[in-house]
């Protein structure tokens, strides 16, 4: 402590410590990853940390809304089918809470469900895209939802 206080100001700025609680406090959003599958949760939180996202987990949508009203995060990343609640009742459910904040939702679909897009706009999802999804996309669509 005695040590910080002889820095100059500059000085302290560029210490980690500093740029480590600037980055928490100040410019990292939080992202809610809700997939049944592990290998694209996964996938999704190193394209996040990497965009300089906080990074929570779920693998339904019941921990989802659960970790929504706990702490509800900038943005969530949502799949569609899994089991114990799925994107669709999540929505839903979200929508009948009554958070400070609502989060933006961006919704992952594959190919093959590309007929629930419809209903998960109407449902209250503010994009989507497609799995598999690589960094630029997901970037450019977190951009889009207004979180970048
Ligand atoms: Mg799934």
Redesign the pocket.
Known sequence: MARLLTLSLPALCETWAFQYAYDKVIWMKSCLVV???KVIRQVARHILETLRFEVREACDGRQALDSCIASPPDVVLL????PVMSGMDFLRALHATDLPKRPKIVFCTTENGMAHIRAAIEAGADEYVMKPFDRETLESKLQIVGID
């Open positions: 997939d049944d599958s799949d569609w089918n899994m």
